[in-house]
């Protein structure tokens, strides 16, 4: 199983950025995918999922309204767009899959089976 996230970078309070996530090795339809972040010194945190088989998705309270996590089957992709980036939302970011409802996984990240190398969002006031 391969999760490779791109799309990080450093953008100025305000601004927007978009994650993608490219799946491998798992059956895409079969798995609820995520994201969870993790900043220095804080705690893993749930940003959002989409169950691929029905398109549900549930989101951190923190990001509704500002970040819409999305997929597309035909490129096994799961994308995450971030809007009115505040500095707060800096971590670094891993896209997760798991066959758990995605309000779970949300709510307990560490419950992903598998999860990518990361991908860092520095967003300066």
């Known amino acids: 199983v391969q999760l490779v996230e791109s799309g990080g970078g450093l953008v100025q309070a305000g601004g927007s950025l978009t994650l993608s996530c490219v799946v491998s090795g798992l059956s895409f339809d079969g798995y609820s995918v995520g994201w969870f972040r993790q900043a220095p010194g804080r705690e893993r945190e749930g940003v959002a999922c989409?169950?691929?088989?029905?398109?549900?998705?549930n989101y951190t309270d923190s990001v509704k309204g500002r970040f819409t996590i999305s997929s597309d089957d035909a490129k096994k992709t799961v994308y995450l767009q971030m809007n009115n980036l505040k500095p707060e939302d800096t971590a670094v970011y891993y896209c997760a899959a798991d066959i758990a409802h995605p309000v779970l996984l949300v709510k307990f990240p560490d419950k992903f089976d598998y999860w990518g190398r990361g991908t860092t969002v520095t967003v300066s006031s």
């Open positions: 989409i169950r691929n088989r029905d398109g549900v998705t």
